[in-house]
């Protein structure tokens, strides 16, 4: 069974930076495509910023500049660097993993807080 375990968030100040990581626990058969998504309270979720298996990246335009998403596909692990937080970052934000199949698995969310 596949697990899909973040870590990184917690609480920041405006101009601060965190890493999220995720990584896959259990076999998947081929990736396609990796990504963070983000909920705010209210509103609904949202892609940030994926990584295909070829390394295209794609950005939600809110973030371009700051944010950097990586992988180690060895270890079917993605990153979010997050970088110059702002308070509208603030949301639990969402692992993603589609497999070549176009499953979808999904980790449980992690929090982030930027507030002075």
């Known amino acids: 069974q596949v697990q899909l375990v973040e870590s990184g968030g917690g609480l920041v100040q405006p101009g601060g930076s965190l890493r999220l990581s995720c990584a896959a626990s259990?076999?998947?058969?081929?990736?396609?495509?990796m990504g963070w998504y983000r909920q705010a309270p209210g509103k609904q979720r949202e892609l940030v910023a994926d990584?295909?298996?070829?390394?295209?990246?794609n950005y939600t335009d809110s973030v371009k500049g700051r944010f950097t998403i990586s992988r180690d596909s060895a270890k079917n692990t993605v990153f979010l660097q997050m970088n110059n937080l702002k308070p509208e970052d603030t949301a639990v934000y969402y692992c993603?993993?589609?497999?070549?199949?176009?499953?979808?698995?999904w980790g449980q969310g992690t929090q982030v807080t930027v507030s002075s």
């Open positions: 993603n993993i589609v497999s070549i199949a176009r499953r979808d698995y």
């Open positions: 259990g076999y998947i058969f081929g990736i396609y495509r």
């Open positions: 990584i295909t298996y070829g390394g295209t990246t």
